[in-house]
């Protein structure tokens, strides 16, 4: 199983409510990631998960909160969220961090805020 | 701040035609420069990706071109196809840590 696995694919919430995103990986990656792609734009980090511990918040608003359970499960849980919050939120994991092995991507969540 | 800066924007070749893509940084600490491929409504793959010791790498028609000195790398397509449509960004990293994207550049390659 070399794929990040991320549900759900698409995702409409109001701003009032709570919702959480998930993402698998089988492939024994000890490091997981989670990014911010707007249209056009490169993706940004939000959050980096290493050996299950929280590793990188890169400022991100309290209103989402990360959660890994275990080292092939990744969490995003969102509460409160803003219009602006709108994007694809993408998954990704590697062996570990350090070394050079890059990063395998998720399809990722498309996420409107209404 | 934009750690990685990637040109250009936007890039249309004829098919059979190289394209070329540039990246420059100024992090001499970065040690891991890899190019990902985008279609639209899925995740970056992970084209081919260098390290700082090495000048070149080809895997197939994908080719990087890296020039320490000049702290620029770039990405050459041999033989573009239809099917390499797609966004492009560069990345850069230091110990795997921490990937940093460049702007992205949309190719287009015409039939």
């Known amino acids: 199983d070399t794929e990040v696995t991320q549900t759900p694919k698409h995702l409409v919430m109001g701003m009032t409510n709570k919702k959480s995103l998930k993402c698998e990986q089988h492939?024994?990656?000890?490091?997981m990631y989670w990014y911010k792609q707007k249209a056009k734009k490169p993706p940004e980090l939000m959050f980096v998960?290493?050996?299950?511990?929280?590793?990188i918040n890169e400022s991100v608003p309290s209103r989402f909160s990360p959660e890994c359970p275990n080292s092939s499960l990744l969490n995003l849980h969102l509460h409160a969220l803003q219009p602006e919050d709108s994007a694809l939120y993408l998954c990704?994991?590697?062996?570990?961090?350090?070394?050079?092995?890059?990063?395998?991507f998720g399809s990722g969540t498309r996420l409107t805020v209404v | 701040q934009q750690q990685v800066k990637q040109s250009p924007q936007s890039l249309i070749v004829q098919k059979g035609g190289i394209s070329i893509i540039n990246c420059a940084y100024e992090?001499?600490?970065?040690?891991?420069f890899p190019w990902y491929q985008q279609f639209p409504g899925k995740g970056p793959a992970l084209l081919i990706a260098?390290?700082?010791?090495?000048s070149e790498k080809k895997e197939g028609r994908f080719t990087i071109s890296f020039n320490k000195s000049a702290k620029q790398f770039s990405l050459h397509i041999m033989d573009s196809q239809p099917g390499d449509s797609a966004t492009y960004f560069c990345?850069?990293?230091?110990?795997?840590?921490?990937?940093?994207f460049g702007a992205g550049t949309r190719l287009t390659v015409k039939p």
């Open positions: 990704a994991s590697s062996q570990h961090r350090g070394g050079f092995y890059g990063y395998t």
């Open positions: 492939m024994g990656h000890r490091a």
């Open positions: 998960y290493s050996y299950e511990k929280l590793s």
């Open positions: 992090n001499t600490a970065f040690d891991y």
């Open positions: 260098i390290r700082p010791d090495v």
């Open positions: 990345a850069a990293s230091i110990d795997n840590n921490d990937m940093r």
